[in-house]
């Protein structure tokens, strides 16, 4: 299940794509007016109610997990708060650890260019 909105495709997070799924998710919320919902109490506005606070909160929480991918969905499936969901992925994929450095120093030596696709997909894939 991707989302699609002209040429933009949603794609499920892992640690590869992680720093391009996160700002797309953020332009998602945006989208959706729920990006406040991710920063936490230091977003919220003093005038909002709580209850309409609580809806918007648990609509964000489910427009993340739509997008998580089902290997790390056990990890999310029961967190109701957007913040904490969000921080627990971020977590999850930004982590600076050997094991994904050497993932990616080895998708870099073996990254080559495939004929016939176009260059800028190539860029892409290289940054």
């Not at 739509?66 to 969000?86: C, G, I, K, P, S």
Request: net charge positive.
């Amino acid at each position: 299940m991707e989302e699609s909105s002209g040429s933009n495709i949603m794609m499920k997070p892992m640690t590869s794509n992680y720093s391009i799924w996160k700002p797309r998710m953020e332009d998602m919320l945006f989208f959706h007016d729920l990006e406040g919902v991710i920063l936490g109490d230091s977003a919220k506005p003093s005038i909002m109610i709580d209850k309409k606070r609580k809806k918007l909160n648990r609509k964000t929480v489910s427009r993340i997990r739509q997008w998580v991918d089902n290997r790390v969905f056990n990890h999310v499936a029961y967190e109701t708060n957007a913040h904490v969901l969000w921080n627990a992925l971020q977590e999850m994929y930004e982590r600076k650890t050997t094991q994904n450095k050497t993932f990616l120093f080895r998708k870099l030596i073996n990254l080559k260019y495939n004929d016939g696709t176009p260059i800028t997909e190539h860029l892409n894939t290289y940054q």
